[in-house]
Every structure is written in structure tokens, then in C-alpha cells.
């Protein structure tokens, strides 16, 4: 037996054809463009893209990197397992609460709430999809958002295809301090140990992502309303974009910098909520265009049918219900907000984060271990059952149908139906995530790690990418710092770069992969009821998310010579 497991034991390699890198690379990359391919341009669905890819990563794994049959399928089992739980655990379950605001009829109560706030669909992607996304991500993260508020903006009017692009160009700014800053958290983890830096800490690593997505969140509010209404969106609403972007920036920069970083988000989102409101006391737009018509894409011409807004406010009448309807219908959120911010107070989080509340056990038979000799943290698997965001929504779930007066019968049958709603983004995820797990057990991302690392003091300016790849794999910040981050750290020491900027470069770059992760693409696709069209929206986003990673590739750059060098803290 003792033989048996040793020989099932697997090392990884990052060089295994012909000890070259380069080489190696053109392997390794293989399944993910094998994914973006299926997806992007042969429009297959994404759940089937998923498998496809996972089989050509296993082919990779066992053929090129020699890890043996059983230790390929078992790693592929337990990153299957971490797409069910904690990621669909969440998204599920999130998606039930929304039910249940529309099973009693609440969801209409609060969707014209928002459009007593403004009628403007420009303003209610910012408000909703932005501030509101950006307040779920905080509190959740893996998912939520998107999960939350493209329903939201379908109530609201948007159609599915747009719907689903906003709130996944909404989900970037604020994901490197999502879930109260678990990915900085893992980042400062993950590097400590890289580099005798004193400055790799959670503060301080979260102090430089403080200085780089702020620039974004200015930025990210006006692509929503050009995405929504095109260059007339921009020119007709870029006050209260403007608004919320620089508020939310600026806030996130004080917050991180010097208040709190896993308050950040939190912070944020609120004042960038407030400010837009405020602003729409005074301001409105020139005119309110009816863009529920169609999918086909923004116009850049005033529709028919458009609404002229005089004296501040819009001419139409929206219809008003009784306060108590009102509170009942922004009920749910409040008490997600209230059982997220219970469960992560100090001493509650740290006792739930242990026995028998959370389990840790090493996957059975999985026996890896890394370049350097050493198992493979990502071997063990945390079951954390009552903290898990999924739970707590479940909770929540349980509190809204009391709230909402929603019968216990009727309360499953909704959460009955949720799962069949999601049964191809279930097998998308769970793929997905079975396919990051082989490409980082069986070295293949490595090899891609290393084989931008060979670019020397270039790196400075693929460091964003690295983190981007990372996302757009995982579907995870977390995940992404916990893959790259001692390697950016590791890189930046051989090439008389600086550390933390490239630590940090690693999480802010890897936020603008959110919006093409396949993983990602399925839960909006499977919220929006059109599973199977993934690649739809992936056309979509694909060239924001572009654009923006090119934007964050050059402000890092820039803070790695003279010109903003003085952004990087200095100490720790």
C-alpha cells in the first residue's frame, strides 16, 4: 500500500518538455484558449465549453506532465467540488432570495422605489449595478453581485444581454475588497513568506490596491451608461457617472489607506450611493430615452418614445405604494447586510472560522506536491458549513419568507425551482472550477507564470495580466492571489522590481478578468434565463475588459518608474 501511494504521489514540473519554458507554455495555454475559443467564437455553450476544456487540461496533465490518471481526476473532483462549494453554494442561494421578493411581489415594490429615485435606466445601471453591486461585493463577493443585481436591472427593465454586461463591467473596481477584503487578506498571506519584505501585510499590500482601483472606479461608471445608452449615455449623464465614480475612488482610497481594508468596499459603495442621490436632487438629465425596447445595442440617436425631463425630474408618473410595502421590499438586503456584518464581527468569525463550525481535511487520495517539494496548500479543502456566504443567505432566505409573509410551501418550491433554473450554469462552474484546479496541481499555470516572469524588468507591465489570467481562469481574486501572488513577489526580487506594487498589480489587474470568466459568464447567463447564450455576453464584455486591463497595465507601469513612483507605500 505504502508503495502504491508513493507512486500515485506527483511533483510538479514547470519545464517538462525539453526543460524549456517556452516551450512547455504552448501546452500549458492549450485548454484555455481551447475556452475562450469555444466561447468567443464558436458561440458552443458554456457548459459544454467547460467539459471540453477540462478534458484537454487532463489530456495536458497526464500526457506533457506525466501526473498520474488518479491524481488528474481527483484533482479535477475536488475543484468541481469548490464550484459547487462555497461559489454555487452562494450564487444558488442568492438568486432563491431574489425569488422570494418576486414570489410575494416585493421585487415590483422595489423596482419602482428605484425609479422614484430616477426613471433614467442610465442612473439605475449606476445606482444599481455600481453602488448597490459594489455593497454585495463587499459583503459576499464570489458571484453575489452579479447574481443579485442582473435580475435587479431585468426587473428594471434592462434586457437579458445588457443586463447581464452591466453588472459584470460593474463587478470590477470593487473586487479586490470583496467578501471584507478576503483577497488582500490571502494576498498578504501568500507573500509574507515569498520575500523579507516587512511591507508584504494585508495593510499595506491593501493601501497599494487602494492607490491603483480607485483610478478605475472613476473610470467604470461612464463605460456603464456608453454600454447602456452609447456615446448619448455619456454625454447626457456623465455628471452623476462622474460623481459616483470619483466618490467611490476617493473613498475607497481613505478607507483603505487609513481607516479600515476590509471595510473599504463598504464604506464606498454607501458614499458613492449617497452622492448620486443627492446629486439627483438638484441635476437630472436632459431627457429620459425608453431603452427597454430592444437588445439590439445602444443607440447613439434620441429614441422614440423618449421622456424630456424639465424643472429637475422626468414628466412621468411612477407609481407610489404604501411605506410599509417599500420597507418590506428593501427588507431582504437589509438583512443580508445585518447577518454578513454579524457573522464577520472579530470574535464571531474567528470562533465560526473553526470546529465543528468549519472543517479543514486534506482531499483523499490527492497527493501533490509544489516545484519546491512541498505539498500543495490547495489540497486541502475547507468546509466551512455555517460561515459560508451560501449559508448565511440561507438564512437570510429564511428571514425574508417571514418578512414577506411567503408560506414555508411555497418558500421550497421556489427553491426547488431555483436549482432547475440553474442546472447549466451548476455544470459550467463546477467545470470551470475542476479545470483551474488541474491547470494549478498539475503545473501548467505555473509554467505560464513562469514563462511571462522570463520578461525581466518588462514584467512591471504583465504583472496585471498575470492576475487577469488568474481570474479570468478561477473566477476569483482570492484564488488568483493565492496562485500568482509569491510569484509576483518572487519575480519582482530577481528583477529589481518592487514587491508590493507587483503584489498589488496582481489583485487590481486580476479584478477586470472577473467580467470573461466563464464562471462568471454562466452565473449571469443562468440568472438572466439564457443559459447557453454565455458567449453572447462574452462578445460583449470582452473588449471593456480589454481596454480596462490595458489602462491598469500602464498605471502600474508608471507607478514603477518616477513618474507616480510615489504611490508605493514606503514603509510598512
Known amino acids: 500500500m505504502a508503495d502504491l501511494v508513493l507512486a500515485e504521489q506527483f511533483q510538479i514540473v514547470t519545464d517538462p518538455v525539453a526543460d524549456s519554458v517556452a516551450l512547455s507554455a504552448i501546452f500549458a495555454v492549450l485548454s484555455l484558449l481551447t475556452l475562450f475559443l469555444l466561447l468567443g467564437v ?6 459544454l465549453a467547460g467539459v471540453i476544456s477540462l478534458v484537454v487540461a487532463l489530456i495536458v496533465a497526464i500526457t506533457v506532465y506525466a501526473m498520474p490518471v488518479g491524481q488528474a481526476l481527483l484533482s479535477a473532483s475536488e475543484g468541481a467540488a469548490f464550484g459547487f462549494f462555497p461559489i454555487l453554494w452562494i450564487v444558488i442561494n442568492a438568486i432563491w432570495v431574489y425569488n422570494l421578493t418576486v414570489v410575494s411581489g416585493h421585487f415590483d415594490v422595489l423596482r419602482r422605489s428605484m425609479e422614484r429615485v430616477s426613471p433614467d435606466m442610465r442612473i439605475q445601471a449606476i445606482i444599481v449595478a455600481f453602488c448597490f453591486g459594489a455593497l454585495l461585493e463587499a459583503l459576499a463577493g464570489f458571484g453575489t453581485p452579479v447574481a443579485v443585481t442582473v435580475v435587479m436591472l431585468m426587473a428594471l427593465g434592462f434586457p437579458p444581454i445588457r443586463a447581464a454586461s452591466v453588472a459584470l463591467i460593474a463587478n470590477t473596481a470593487p473586487v479586490a475588497f470583496g467578501a471584507l477584503a478576503t483577497p488582500i487578506t490571502t494576498l498578504g498571506t501568500v507573500t509574507a513568506g515569498a520575500a523579507s519584505d516587512p511591507r508584504l501585510n494585508a495593510d499595506t499590500l491593501g493601501a497599494m490596491v487602494g492607490r491603483q482601483t480607485p483610478i478605475l472606479a472613476v473610470v467604470v461608471p461612464l463605460v456603464l451608461v456608453a454600454v447602456v445608452d452609447g456615446r448619448r449615455g455619456v454625454r447626457q449623464t456623465w455628471p452623476a457617472a ?15 489607506n487609513y ?51 424639465s424643472g429637475g425630474g422626468a414628466t412621468t408618473a411612477v407609481r407610489r405604494d404604501a411605506p410599509v410595502e417599500v420597507a418590506r421590499a428593501y427588507a431582504p438586503y437589509l438583512i443580508i447586510i445585518v447577518i454578513f456584518a454579524i457573522a464577520n464581527l472579530g470574535p464571531i468569525k474567528d470562533a465560526l472560522a473553526h470546529e465543528p463550525w468549519t472543517v479543514v ?4 487520495g490527492l497527493d501533490v506536491l509544489g516545484a519546491n517539494g512541498k505539498p500543495l496548500s490547495s489540497t486541502n479543502f475547507t468546509f466551512g458549513w455555517l460561515p459560508a456566504a451560501g449559508t448565511l443567505m440561507i438564512i437570510a432566505g429564511v428571514l425574508t419568507a417571514i418578512v414577506l409573509r411567503i408560506r414555508p410551501g411555497a418558500a421550497l418550491k421556489a427553491y426547488g425551482r431555483t436549482y432547475a433554473e440553474l442546472r447549466q450554469p451548476i455544470v459550467t462552474v463546477m467545470a470551470v472550477l475542476a479545470l483551474a484546479y488541474v491547470l494549478n496541481q498539475s503545473g501548467q499555470t505555473n509554467t505560464l507564470g513562469a514563462f511571462l516572469a522570463t520578461a525581466g524588468s518588462v514584467f512591471v507591465f504583465l504583472s496585471s495580466i498575470l492576475g487577469w489570467i488568474g481570474v479570468a481562469v478561477t473566477g476569483s481574486d482570492t484564488s488568483s492571489n493565492a496562485l500568482f501572488g509569491a510569484l509576483q513577489v518572487q519575480t519582482a526580487a530577481k528583477a529589481g522590481l518592487d514587491p508590493v506594487l507587483l503584489a498589488a498589480a496582481n489583485s487590481s489587474g486580476g479584478v477586470l478578468g472577473k467580467m470573461i470568466s466563464p464562471q462568471n459568464l454562466a452565473i449571469a447567463a443562468g440568472a438572466v434565463g439564457m443559459a447557453g447564450r454565455e458567449g453572447d455576453i462574452f462578445r460583449k464584455v470582452v473588449l471593456w475588459s480589454g481596454i480596462l486591463l490595458l489602462f491598469m497595465c500602464v498605471l502600474v507601469t508608471l507607478q514603477g518608474t518616477p513618474v507616480l513612483g510615489w504611490m508605493i507605500p514606503s514603509t510598512p
Open 42 to 47: 464558436f458561440r458552443v455553450r458554456a457548459w
Open 242 to 256: 462622474l460623481v459616483a465614480g470619483f466618490v467611490f475612488g476617493a473613498a475607497q482610497f481613505v478607507a483603505s
Open 259 to 309: 481607516i479600515s481594508v476590509p471595510l473599504t468596499d463598504i464604506i464606498a459603495s454607501l458614499a458613492a450611493a449617497a452622492a448620486v442621490v443627492l446629486l439627483l436632487r438638484v441635476w437630472q438629465p436632459v431627457e429620459t430615452p425608453d431603452l427597454a425596447l430592444t437588445d439590439a445595442g445602444p443607440s447613439t440617436e434620441p429614441a422614440t418614445g423618449t421622456v424630456p425631463a
Open 361 to 364: 481535511f486534506t482531499w483523499p
